[in-house]
């Protein structure tokens, strides 16, 4: 007959446990490590990419659309509170009528009280040449009115997996009456 629990002496127990934690921590656990070979990874490579964001709040057709707001936002200077959802050009010069390069899909918010301080959280999506199909993940911090402001890359997809890097944005053009924006963008990204 097995013994129960409270029979087993605490040396026992503790042997018993530490079979147990070590066995489920072993090689056989969740993760491995591998090999950059085996995914046919091979020299890191750093890409500029120079394109346009179109961001069109107040148009028939607009591409960026408020999806949630706070009660105070319409009282805040700063829109604090504000969450938009875009689907925005990408385009190869400021024109929109430009060469479209891809989309800007995702979220930004208005995240800040004292300036307009925007949480970007956006996939940028290439529709065109050689990143065809493949898209970078960008995630931070966008200070509107400074001159250059720079953001992480936090990922990617297709040619772009395993990307690391940062985009620096520039006003182009703004509407203050519209909120419409062209904004220049210059991506340095490392990736395989």
Request: charged residues 15%; positive net charge; without cysteine.
């Amino acid at each position: 007959m097995p013994k129960t629990f409270s029979k087993l002496s605490s040396s026992t127990f503790f042997f018993h446990f530490t079979l147990l934690f070590f066995s489920a921590t072993s090689s056989g656990s969740f993760s491995n490590i591998l090999s950059p070979k085996k995914f046919g990874l091979k020299r890191e490579k750093l890409t500029h990419l120079h394109f346009y964001f179109h961001d069109i709040v107040s148009s028939r057709n607009p591409t960026a659309i408020p999806v949630a707001s706070a009660a105070s936002t319409n009282k805040s200077h700063t829109g604090f509170g504000v969450v938009m959802m875009a689907d925005d050009p990408l385009t190869a010069a400021p024109d929109p009528n430009s060469k479209l390069v891809g989309k800007a899909q995702g979220i930004y918010a208005s995240a800040a009280q004292d300036e307009v301080g925007l949480l970007m959280v956006m996939n940028l999506a290439f529709t065109e040449g050689k990143y065809n199909g493949s898209s970078l993940s960008l995630l931070g911090r966008n200070t509107v009115f400074s001159r250059v402001r720079e953001m992480p890359l936090v990922g990617g997809s297709g040619l772009f997996r395993f990307a690391r890097g940062y985009a620096q944005a520039k006003t182009h053009t703004l509407d203050l009456k519209t909120g419409n924006a062209v904004v220049e963008y210059n991506v340095y990204v490392f990736h395989y």
